[in-house]
């Protein structure tokens, strides 16, 4: 495959070097177009040295050649990364001041961005606008992930890692065709694979539009007294990047979250955080609701629910509540134990989803984070709670130590209603949700 890499002026640049090794591993010719800036942090000859092709700037350098026009025509490929807002700015409106901005209005071919940038110049409306244009002209923009940023900063703005950036972008270029090849355009993913398979997938182009998804994410705490709870270490990260994935692809959104921190919501798309169940969707497609406890969840989701087409169970649900809840805090007293708390059951919800439908052609979504233990692994408990639970699909995961809970990274297998494997996906959790999202859509197209 013949690709373009451009390459704007950011920190993160150095990354660029790591994504050119890769596709060239990988047996692609590369090209990378710099932009002037884009070399003050990695010189020309690096990446010269490591495309064996040459390194420009200028729509002068080569006028016979027609490069700022002949480069975009002959790619089957263009990945930008890093795209700095200045550069999303500039292909937003159409500017030719540079090679790399040229051929991006010369190419017929797809072309995927990804983004780096301080997590203000991200969420600033300007920068939004720009990511909505250019998305809408098909072009791929990748959500950036969330972490350390230049200096003590911390937020969503990060370049997500190069083996990420090559397989989103690397599946874009594979899916193209469906409306005769043109930038941006997609086909459907291809079949899953075996039991061995890792492939990952990236959103199509507004393959979930004029739909509604429900999302739950987060984990919900039972009040053991007014101060204590019965919680799960989930962070809500994975169920807050279906929900961007979702948006991303046009879906209209409710992300019923469930003790889910702000910094963790910040990865949604300049989110409308409205309070309580029922709340309006935004214009961006996103709306929140915020839960606390199981009961309160059940209660948000089951009436979000009823107008949705999707619902996905992504939160990590409490299986038991204590019984009676004092309403002071239940004190200390030396040389006397407390009184045991009695748990009781908490209802269960997406057994109650998948049961009680609202509608013909409604898809239901779990999740199962699981332990191995002595009564069988992770994918045979996932396999028996698939069959139990009478979802469409079921995503599991196994969790433990650094693995799932709070990580930045996750690693699924998709069973579907017979416990039978559907896909596997690795990768951040952005890539994930991707790949459940074309999960849902083969599932119901």
């Known amino acids: 495959m013949r690709i373009l890499l451009g390459v704007s002026g950011g920190i993160a640049a150095y990354k660029a070097v790591l994504l050119l090794r890769l596709l060239r591993e990988q047996g692609h010719a590369v090209r990378v177009i710099p932009t002037e800036a884009a070399l003050r ?45 200045d550069l999303i700015a500039r292909a937003a409106a159409g500017r030719a001041d540079d090679l790399l901005t040229s051929t991006l209005l010369a190419a017929r071919c797809p072309v995927v961005m990804a983004p780096a940038m301080h997590t203000e110049m991200w969420e600033h409306p300007a920068t939004r606008a720009n990511v909505a244009t250019l998305r809408e002209r098909g072009v791929h923009v990748i959500e950036p992930a969330s972490g350390r940023l230049t200096g003590k900063d911390s937020g969503p703005g990060r370049l997500p890692e190069p083996e990420d950036i090559a397989r989103q972008a690397l599946s874009v270029a594979g899916r193209r065709g469906e409306d005769g ?29 004029g739909r509604h998804v429900v999302v739950s ?32 692809r046009g879906a209209r959104v409710t992300l019923v979250a469930a003790n889910v921190d702000d910094s963790v919501l910040r990865d949604l798309p300049a989110a409308n955080r409205a309070e309580g169940p029922g709340a309006a969707e935004s214009a961006d497609g996103v709306a929140v609701v915020h839960v606390g406890s199981t009961a309160e969840l059940a209660d948000a989701v089951h009436a979000a629910a009823t107008t949705a087409d999707v619902v996905v169970m992504a939160a990590a649900v409490a299986d038991f509540r204590p019984e009676n809840t004092p309403d002071a805090k239940i004190k200390k007293v030396p040389g006397r134990p407390p009184e045991p708390i009695r748990l009781v059951e908490n ?45 469409d699909l079921l995503v599991v995961n196994a969790v433990g130590r650094d693995r799932g809970f709070g990580a930045a990274s996750n690693e699924v297998t998709v069973l579907d209603g017979a416990g039978e494997v559907v896909t596997r996906a690795a990768g951040s959790k952005r890539v994930v949700a991707d790949a459940v999202w074309d999960a849902v859509l083969k599932t119901r197209p």
């Open 41 to 85: 942090f990695v010189g020309a000859p690096t990446f010269e040295a490591l495309s064996g092709e040459p390194v420009t700037t200028e729509v002068f350098d080569d006028v016979p050649g027609v490069q700022h026009v002949a480069l975009g025509q002959g790619a089957d490929l263009i990945v930008v990364a890093p795209a700095t807002a």
């Open 181 to 209: 090849g043109a930038r941006g355009t997609s086909a459907p993913a291809a079949e899953p694979g075996d039991a061995g398979d890792h492939s990952l997938s990236v959103a199509a182009t507004r393959d979930l539009a």
């Open 217 to 248: 994410a987060g984990g919900t705490r039972e009040p053991i007294d007014p101060v204590r709870f019965i919680g799960n270490r989930s962070s809500g990260r994975q169920g807050v990047a279906l929900a961007a994935a979702a948006a991303a």
């Open 347 to 391: 209802p269960d919800i997406l057994a109650g989803l998948a049961r009680e439908r609202r509608h013909a052609g409604q898809v239901v979504v779990g999740f199962a984070a699981e332990t191995g233990d002595a009564a069988g692994d992770v994918l045979q408990h996932g396999r028996e709670k698939a069959r139990r639970k009478g979802a």
